[in-house]
């Protein structure tokens, strides 16, 4: 039997890094396995709907490199890909198990359902299930639920790809909704349908769907079906090892966010391939091929998948640095132009600015951070700095430097790169104490790129102005 998986989104928003785990783990599970990959979409909770949720869930899905066999716009066979054009297939099955007993309608409203449970919880009930009272209710003229009949005294036991045995009782679940009363069913009992009718043999998914899967299995067995195998990944945490909430706006949560700042796709399809899943070996860079052909189930974590930026930032920086100049600065261009920061500079001064910061950057975007911080911040100097140019000797090096640089016609990093030697000899300073303080009074930090070229990107103009500034 072919491996066959689902990635099954309800398009209630745009693409969330949890959500493109779930797709990307049930993608390279399947071709690992030379397995079809679906995407299913289930927009059965129509409240919850929104406008674009589809096409943005596919737009980024194919953004990451994660590629379907099967969806909404590849049909392969399955179809219909989306749970509203299969309503009259559900309400087959649905109508199927009410005349065998398994199910049954319900007309109770939901002020009386709240009575009900109001009435359960005085009495000091635990299990706020509903009572039945509609199980043997005559036929009546009134909208209704369908309701799946919970069996009595069952144990719902599978054996979880990541969990491993995982049982649950029928007594701790109430008579469920299956089928709404305006005909839509509700996830449990379309995800059922749907999985075996389009032949999913393994489904993958979060941990917060492990308690549907017991009302899952009781649907697979009164329709004489075999389930498919479960796994259950383990939740996505923040550093306080909190699961991460839509709310927590210290993480970028959508795959939108991260391709808006120019995040580099196959970085991102790396760092989330080790939420949660780790490599055999030490290598955690590794190309989508090399994902493919070592991933393993068995290898998923059984423990939260944390979150860590640091690991977002050094595995986005390790793709950048493998970029040509040329695809990094296709890669920034978008951002300099939308902050105005071309405006005036020609060609080469964007490969140098490019060239400069290339190793220190995680994304796009990031040229405009590291530009403003050299280039656009106020010019002055901290304590630390300030005492160091205070030294004995300093304020020689830096005339002595701002003489040469006077003398510069065409102010390249070239040119600029054997000044600084010629300042020591001059003025007799050598090491930190020469290259510190000529750093210090042009660019006023104590740490950057290359100074030669940190130098010819602020023009002469600048650095002799900031050099006049603190020279004595
Ligand atoms: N539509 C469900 C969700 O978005 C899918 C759950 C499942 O994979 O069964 O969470």
């Not at 065998?100 to 000091?124: I, N």
């Amino acid at each position: 039997m072919s491996v066959r998986v689902r990635y099954a989104p309800s398009p209630t928003g745009h693409l969330h890094i949890g959500n493109a785990r779930t797709a990307l783990f049930n993608y390279l599970f399947a071709r690992k396995h030379g397995g079809s990959f679906v995407v299913r979409i289930e927009d059965t909770d129509t409240e919850r709907n929104v406008e674009g949720g589809v096409e943005s869930q596919l737009k980024y899905l194919k953004w990451l490199g994660v590629d379907w066999d099967e969806s909404i716009n590849k049909d392969g066979g399955y179809g219909p890909y989306r749970q509203l054009e299969r309503l009259d297939i559900y309400q087959q099955y649905a109508d199927m198990l009410v005349e065998q007993g398994l199910a049954y309608k319900c007309y109770c409203t939901p002020e009386e359902l709240e009575a009900e449970r109001e009435e359960m919880k005085a009495r000091g009930e635990d299990k706020l299930h509903y009572s039945r009272k509609c199980l043997h209710a005559p036929e009546q003229d009134k909208p209704y639920v369908l309701r799946f009949k919970v069996p009595e005294n069952e144990e719902y036991t599978f054996h979880d790809i990541v969990k491993g045995e995982v049982t649950f009782r029928s007594e701790d679940i109430g008579d469920w909704v299956m089928m709404k009363n305006n005909g839509i069913p509700t996830y449990n009992f379309a995800c059922v349908i749907d999985d075996h009718l389009m032949a999913i043999t393994h489904v993958l998914r979060g941990e917060d769907h492990i308690t549907n899967t017991p009302k899952q299995l009781m649907v697979y067995k009164a329709l004489g079906w075999n389930a498919p195998t479960f796994g259950h990944m383990t939740l996505i945490v923040n550093d306080q090892n909190k699961k991460l909430s839509k709310r927590d706006f210290s993480i970028l949560q959508y795959i939108e966010q991260y391709q808006e700042l120019g995040y580099l796709p196959d970085a991102l399809f790396n760092f989330i391939s080790l939420l949660g899943w780790s490599p055999e070996g030490e290598e955690e860079i590794l190309s989508h091929d090399e994902f493919i052909e070592k991933f393993d189930e068995a290898r998923l974590s059984k423990s939260p998948a944390k979150f860590d930026k640091e690991k977002l930032t050094y595995i986005n920086n390790r793709y950048i640095k493998e970029l040509s100049i040329e695809e990094t600065v296709e890669l920034c261009m978008p951002h300099l132009i939308a902050e105005g920061i071309l405006d005036g500079k020609d060609e080469d001064w964007v490969f140098s600015l490019v060239s400069v910061f290339k190793d220190r950057m995680s994304y796009g975007k990031q040229i405009v951070e590291l530009y403003d911080e050299f280039f656009e911040q106020e010019f002055t100097l901290d304590q630390e700095m300030t005492a160091f140019l205070a030294q004995e000797g300093v304020n020689e090096t830096l005339l002595a430097f701002k003489e040469l640089l006077i003398d510069v016609d065409e102010f390249t990093a070239a040119n600029i790169k054997p000044l600084i030697k010629q300042t020591g000899k001059i003025s007799g300073a050598k090491g930190k104490l020469l290259y510190m303080p000529l750093r210090i009074a042009t660019t006023a930090s104590m740490h950057g790129p290359d100074l030669p070229q940190v130098l010819a990107l602020l023009g002469k103009e600048t650095v002799i102005e900031r050099l006049e500034s603190v020279i004595q």
